[in-house]
T-cell receptor, first 114, second 111 residues
Framework: DVKVTQSSRYLVKRTGEKVFLECVQDMDHENMFWYRQDPGLGLRLIYF???????EKGDIPEGYSVSREKKERFSLILESASTNQTSMYLC?????????????FGPGTRLTVL | DQQVKQNSPSLSVQEGRISILNCDYTNSMFDYFLWYKKYPAEGPTFLISISSIKDKNEDGRFTVFLNKSAKHLSLHIVPSQPGDSAVYFCAADQGAQKLVFGQGTRLTINP
């Protein structure tokens, strides 16, 4: 059974703080993703990584960075949190399923920036 | 610019009846589509998918239909059960394993 875990379910931070969101998967997947989910907007891709030390920008990377030092761990970093980064953050990893990559999600971190 | 759209934010269906969730897309290059289901306080879980070379894929109570000419897909759930109450996201594979998601539709199954 695929397991993707995220370090916190709920997080409250202040404007300007540096925020780290951690994601760990236990299935040796190469590909990992960070999304944010907002009402009326669905899930939007922030960054993804195909392998250790590799990263690619998604659709909304501004204000975020990522780190992938180990295969199982993918971190999302908010260098200076702002109120418009209040959101649900979802991490995923993917594996080929019948020749197509299917993404498996963690439970999410609800971040509030005050 | 929303490439995948779910125009119904919510849908309410009687238990035992058919639920039909709709999704439209704009990019004719999309060749693979997925449906995810999300309960509150949980991450989305993969439900069913369809390749653009097919027009229908079935898995138990869930069937996805694809109309490429209309750039439209739909998810049918029959019969609907209370446990099906959740938010459903349609997604399209835009290549390089990147998915683009719709806004989601909240399905409520009434007893």
């Amino acid at each position: 059974d695929v397991k993707v875990t995220q370090s916190s379910r709920y997080l409250v931070k202040r404007t300007g703080e540096k925020v780290f969101l951690e994601c760990v998967q236990d299935m040796d997947h190469e590909n990992m993703f960070w999304y944010r989910q907002d009402p009326g907007l669905g899930l939007r891709l922030i960054y993804f990584s195909y392998d250790v030390k590799m990263k690619e920008k998604g659709d909304i990377p501004e204000g975020y960075s990522v780190s992938r030092e180990k295969k199982e761990r993918f971190s999302l970093i908010l260098e200076s949190a702002s109120t418009n980064q209040t959101s649900m953050y979802l991490c995923a990893s993917s594996v080929p399923l019948a020749g197509v990559y299917t993404q498996y999600f963690g439970p999410g971190t609800r971040l509030t920036v005050l | 610019d929303q490439q995948v759209k779910q125009n119904s934010p919510s849908l309410s269906v009687q238990e035992g009846r058919i639920s039909i969730l709709n999704c439209d897309y704009t990019n004719s290059m999309f060749d693979y589509f997925l449906w995810y289901k999300k309960y509150p306080a949980e991450g989305p879980t993969f439900l069913i998918s369809i390749s653009s070379i097919k027009d229908k894929n079935e898995d138990g109570r869930f069937t996805v239909f694809l109309n490429k000419s209309a750039k439209h897909l739909s998810l049918h759930i029959v019969p609907s059960q209370p446990g099906d109450s959740a938010v459903y996201f349609c997604a399209a594979d835009q290549g390089a394993q990147k998915l683009v998601f719709g806004q989601g539709t909240r399905l409520t199954i009434n007893p």
